[in-house]
């Protein structure tokens, strides 16, 4: 079973080596082995090879049963062209490999309740997936672009879907809430836009295919509000790609652990990516701060989703419950009373429990 | 002087009652005095007249010296063409207008605190403007549409901006930061969209004017965390129309009390809209149990930015807070110890107390 580990910029080398611990933890005993490559991405690429995603991490990632991505971009590259920027890298990759699903569970841990900023009884209980289209919208439109006209610059971006492109991450909906609470949120501003009126319309074609699962609309701004005020109120929520990029990060710091959520980019033919839902943070980068819990969940998805291996999924996950129940946390996740580790010291727990 | 009241969809008819009401009791005992006229606008204009901006409305608006405003837009009318939708007739209201320049102030009542789903600790204090772009963006950009491409329906919408654009409401940011605390964070994702690039390059030229201003950038799934875990960090927040508007929503809703959050729409001359952050919410409407407190404050900001009547304004506000801490509450700020008043009540309450 081929990984490709595209560990990337900022914090990304350091959580995601702590996941490759976790993976080699599992292949010790007689587990399952993995074979394991690194190649580069995001603007650590570009700055080595001039290219944000070179020919030959492409091909690997598109070569491997799943990949471990860590993070890609970081500010130094915001103002260059896109073929220059971190950033880039990641979303031509999600393009090629048609990762069109892009699956964020958000889990209160009981444990990690207490980090949040909303209060205990808010967000007790919250366990909900936003599932973010991923290889459309507004991200990859044209035309897209800058001019000038009559001394003033301007520019453009083009946000467009197809109906089949809607359905496709409408049924991924559909399928997730059917395993779920069946309860169904499809988000758009079917108000002002005409892509999210064939979005809304297009949702409720498809739920005619899930009788079982109940579907609502809410306005992307209404949502924002909601997942604050009451967020247990949501079990799937399904979106475009920027409403998604936006209430994912929302979602996730509902509940004080950013640094403890993964996520899962899938193609629906059982290719995935899997990345922690936190970014490159190059504030703490380099530093053995950053919490590598969601990287090692990220992998623990991958065993799940790519490689079919439940069993060792749920031990890696068992490993990151138990580690957190004797009381180790990163200082993003810290409280009165627990132990302080760095990503290391955090990385080595986990590896010793499984 | 002219005061248009556009009181709209929903709640908006219930809750503009009784801003109207507060601006009644200011004109009473020798105060200034307006000429009110009333107009329809949005889904309650499309059902009698078959425009959500009946020309007569639009007029009207065009001559008055401050425009009150309700809400607009129901869910019945999403799915209709533009030109049918409710919602639409505030867009082109806003366009017409050319009121560019959305001020939305969060500001935690210390009397409100605990009415929000955040920690006490988290949000004491807070006290920001999100200054969204209003006359722009994704809103009104061309090409719009929609079309069937082999069988396929597709839809579009285009985001755009001028530099021109950018620069007036960057200015008007700066200027607002240098009357606060002076710290702009400006929002955009220029790590993927060239609108973003040209957003980001514009700030840093505009801010050159402002070098006692700190200007910073975010982006803008960032900004929707850290609006969450440390909403104190925010001063002056500028950003573009659709991402403004989730992320106005979502910094409403914080401080536990977007019934109680007014906005302004200026355009630089004087004339503004002022209308609650808060929607058209139809499932409460007509039941008395709306808080008028957002529409109330707006009419205080009406006084203030288009009438300049500063004192007027401050009697109006203060008369609020003298309602508040006689512990007359809406249900939604509702806590236990609390008298409950339905809209109606509340109106009275303050017109009593102006
Ligand atoms: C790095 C960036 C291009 C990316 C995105 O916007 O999709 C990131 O924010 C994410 O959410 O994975
Ligand atoms: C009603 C709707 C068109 C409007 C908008 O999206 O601007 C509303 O959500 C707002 O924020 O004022």
Redesign the pocket.
Known sequence: MKIAVLAGDGIGPEVTAQAVKALRAISANNGPQFEMAEAPIGDAAFNQHGDPLPPSTAEMAAKADAILFGA??TYESDLRPAEQRG?HG??RLRKQLDLYANFRPVFAFPELLGASSLKREAIEGVDLVVLRELTSDI?FGTPRGRGVENGQRHAWNTMRYTEAEVARVMRAGFEAARKRRRQLCSVDKANVLETSQLWREVAIEVARDYPDVELRHEYVDAVSMHLIRRPRDFDVIVTGNIFG?ILSDAAAMLTGSIGMLPSASLNGEGVGLFEPVH?SAPDIAGKDLANPLASILSAALLLRHSLKLEAEAALMEKAVRQVLAEGYRTGDIMEEGATRLGTEAMGDAVAQAI
Chains 1, 2 share one sequence.
């Open positions: 890609a971009g950033g990641l979303l991200y990029d970014g």
